[in-house]
């Protein structure tokens, strides 16, 4: 395939945590998408899903490698990305229970 409309470093595209995908502006308005777990299956195509381009992401695969090993830790853990928030609650909480 090498209709591409654009080759695309992952460094410029933006990372979507709440949807858990990579993007970049696309010129119909609506914008390119990738998922981590396409990066990680050597998948290098964003498509728009309002129109019919595409783009080239160019990214290093062993940036990608190890994510599965660290989402499992993750979920296994249950630790989740707002960690450091509930550890300050946790803190403040301790500090209402000191007594002296």
């Not at 695309?8 to 858990?20: H, L």
């Not at 998922?35 to 595409?54: G, V």
Request: overall charge negative; aromatic content about 8%; glycine content about 4%.
């Amino acid at each position: 395939m090498g209709a591409y409309y654009d080759e695309v470093e992952i460094e410029d595209m933006v990372w979507d945590p709440s949807r858990k995908v990579y993007h970049y502006p696309c010129p119909c308005g609506d914008r390119f998408e990738i998922t981590r777990q396409q990066l990680r299956d050597c998948e290098d195509i964003a498509t728009c899903p309002s129109c019919s381009l595409i783009i080239r992401v160019i990214y290093d695969p062993l940036d990608f490698e190890d994510e599965d090993e660290k989402e499992e830790e993750r979920e296994g853990s249950g630790e989740d990305t707002d960690s450091d928030c509930s550890s300050d609650e946790n803190f403040e909480d301790a500090m209402e229970k000191l007594s002296l």
